[in-house]
């Protein structure tokens, strides 16, 4: 199933231009709203996804996850089930590194134990709750869930301050002279609620050139 926003980008852009005149003027530079979803079957495979891709450039990180879907894939699909049924050797021999082999084998333990909610149930869920439940899981930080949040389960008030560029793109975009804090661009967000995340998909593209 093709996965959905869970609100409607035309009032979240309006509520967006009438609380923050600066952001407006960004929305007129950027263009219409264009967020895209990443299909997932599952929060498992959609967290394996992140856990490989961790400190690695795109193209390495691709071809180490095609390696250990296909592992899995032997042993009937991405699931924790089949991961518990691969051998360290398999995975070390995908790419895997010894620190992640260790966060995708918790992954598992914690989605065969419920920590890590199915799909389903996390769209029951409150951004909070996810967050404190998929961190628990080693390897996966708060920044990694915010982007599950953003981009796999289309929530629409999420506020990534731990990503460098949300902090670069507000820094500029506010003509700030030092490095804003979390807590100051928290403090200015509460203008953009209940539609943060689409505040934070500008902010993204406000550093691409095309827009500076």
């Not at 095609?66 to 991405?78: F, M, N």
């Not at 924790?80 to 995708?104: F, I, M």
């Not at 949300?166 to 030092?178: E, H, P, S, V």
């Amino acid at each position: 199933m093709k996965p959905k926003l869970q609100y409607r980008p035309g009032a979240a852009i309006a509520h967006l231009r009438a609380g923050d005149p600066a952001l407006a003027a960004l929305i007129d530079r950027a263009g219409p709203f264009a967020l895209e979803l990443r299909p997932s079957a599952s929060l498992f495979e959609a967290l394996l996804r992140a856990i490989v891709y961790q400190q690695l450039h795109a193209k390495a990180a691709s071809t180490i996850l095609g390696r250990v879907l296909a592992e899995l894939e032997r042993h009937g699909g991405p699931t924790a089930e089949a991961l518990a049924k691969v051998g360290d050797t398999a995975l070390r021999g995908a790419g895997l590194s010894g620190n992640k082999q260790r966060a995708v084998r918790d992954l598992a333990a914690k989605c065969l134990d419920g920590t890590v909610p199915s799909l389903r149930e996390a769209r029951e869920l409150e951004d909070d709750e996810l967050v404190e439940r998929l961190t628990a899981v080693r390897g996966i930080g708060p920044w990694t869930v915010h982007m599950l949040l953003i981009f796999t389960l289309g929530r629409p008030d999420v506020m990534p301050t731990g990503d460098f560029a949300i902090r670069l793109g507000f820094k500029k975009l506010y003509r700030k002279r030092k490095d804003p804090s979390p807590e100051a661009i928290v403090a200015h967000a509460r203008r953009w609620r209940p539609y943060r995340s689409v505040a934070s998909w500008y902010l993204w593209r406000s550093l691409d050139d095309e827009v500076s």
